[in-house]
């Protein structure tokens, strides 16, 4: 079975960097699939923030291109987010999903000095 | 970037009702490559439909996609207490992979 959980401070101080981890069981992540990060604010909708491929090719969400950082860990099966700069506005529950078929149960990241 | 719309915002029906959820692209989705999702309060989005039309491992029969290219649309033919909840759709045909704004189905 495979599962996804997510890792990483639960608190980020503004302008410094959001580091998350996302850690699957069951599955090599090279062996296929896009593993992709999503985010939702409190209260709002869902937005894609980025993925990769298992052959390490990455997309990202235009809006944040610029500050988010998306790579892999195969020895590990490990994938990881990191968006720079972060204010208030970043503060989310963060999703690490494999497609769009299994997400982990998502991790609040709360963006406050 | 493709962007989803979905109508109408809020759907205000009762148990047994048949619901009917729309989500429009802005541009043609690729392979027809969208998903439907569920969210309950606190939980996860859940995955119902995919490919537009294929339904997830579980989903009941009761739920169905149908739509191609621009327009799409999720049916719950006889809403049950737990279809009561936010719905999604999203596009995974281009990046960068997008979601509608969601629809509320609540008890009316």
């Not at chain 1, 209260?43 to 988010?68: A, C, D, M, Q």
């Not at chain 2, 979601?99 to 189905?105: N, R, Y």
């Amino acid at each position: 079975q495979v599962q996804l959980q997510e890792s990483g401070p639960g608190l980020v101080k503004p302008s410094e960097t959001l580091s998350l981890t996302c850690t699957v069981s069951g599955y090599s992540i090279s062996s296929g699939y896009y593993w992709a990060w999503i985010r939702q604010p409190p209260g709002k909708g869902l937005e894609w923030i980025g993925g990769i491929s298992h052959s390490g090719n990455t997309f990202y969400n235009p809006s944040l291109k610029s500050r988010v950082t998306i790579s892999a860990d195969t020895s590990k099966d490990q994938f990881s987010l990191k968006l720079s700069s972060v204010t208030a506005a970043d503060t989310a529950v963060y999703y690490c999903a494999r497609g769009v078929l299994i997400w982990g149960q998502g991790t609040l990241v709360t963006v406050s000095s | 970037e493709i962007v989803l719309t979905q109508s109408p915002g809020t759907l205000s029906l009762s148990p047994g009702e048949r619901a009917t959820l729309s989500c429009r692209a802005s541009q043609s989705v690729s392979s027809n490559y969208l998903a439907w999702y569920q969210q309950r309060p606190g939980q996860a989005p859940r995955l119902l439909i995919y490919g537009a039309s294929s339904r997830a491992t579980g989903i009941p029969d009761r739920l169905s996609g149908s739509g191609s290219g621009t327009d799409f649309t999720l049916t719950i033919s006889r809403l049950e207490p737990e279809d009561f909840a936010v719905y999604y759709c999203q596009q995974y045909g281009s990046p960068p992979w997008t979601f509608g704004q969601g629809t509320t189905v609540e008890i009316k």
